[in-house]
């Protein structure tokens, strides 16, 4: 970890500690986001691992671990039991959905898409004849702003096509920045959001 990296492992103390997890909880992405939840477990969790090492290994770097005593409150995902829709009330919600909004919630109870990544669909990401969508990417709110960004972790996926027969999606006519909105293109303008850019 930078923070550590220029100590010495038996110089890493309970006071270093706690100053590095304040800033953690502070921290915030490039975008201007803060770290989830999950993220700053996995850091603790780790760390800690690491530190246990220290203390258990053959050379013991450190005579007790600096967690110990510590009384911290560390953020824990959310681990209850997802509650699973049935076809039937998938269908049911989405016939009850606005025609021109119904593709975003089709392709997120079908194909896997994230909520940001179903407002993103662009008619370009779909393939009718592979029955595929490319996942390109997600809308986020930065600044108070709403941008364009690459999906979680920058990863690219595809996925399979709806297989449902609620409402087909529209025709993959090669456009320039269209939106999926319904069952026509609407072109909309957005700014895309770099690792380096904050939205003014």
């Not at 477990?41 to 530190?51: I, N, R, T």
């Not at 999906?151 to 993959?172: A, D, Q």
């Amino acid at each position: 970890m930078p923070t550590f990296g220029h100590l010495r492992v038996c110089d890493i103390t309970l006071s270093r500690v706690m100053e590095w997890w304040a800033e953690m909880c502070e921290k915030t992405k490039p975008n201007g986001e803060r770290y989830a939840t999950s993220t700053l477990e996995l850091a603790y969790v780790h760390f800690g691992s690491f530190l246990r090492t220290a203390v258990k290994g053959a050379t013991k770097l450190l005579p007790v671990h600096p967690f110990d005593g510590w009384d911290v409150e560390v953020p824990r995902r959310d681990r209850r039991v997802r509650n699973i829709w049935e076809q039937e009330r998938v269908n049911t919600v989405l016939a009850a959905m606005p025609e021109r909004e119904r593709p975003i919630g089709l392709v997120s109870a079908t194909c896997g898409h994230r909520q940001d990544e179903a407002f993103a669909v662009a008619l370009e990401d779909v393939n009718r004849f592979r029955k595929e969508i490319t996942i390109r990417h997600q809308v986020k709110r930065v600044g108070g702003k709403l941008v364009l960004a690459k999906p979680k972790g920058g990863k690219v996926r595809t996925v399979r096509s709806p297989t449902s027969p609620r409402p087909p999606l529209p025709s993959t006519r090669r456009s320039t920045g269209p939106r999926l909105s319904g069952a026509r293109a609407v072109t909309r303008t957005g700014t895309w959001c770099s690792p380096t850019t904050r939205a003014a």
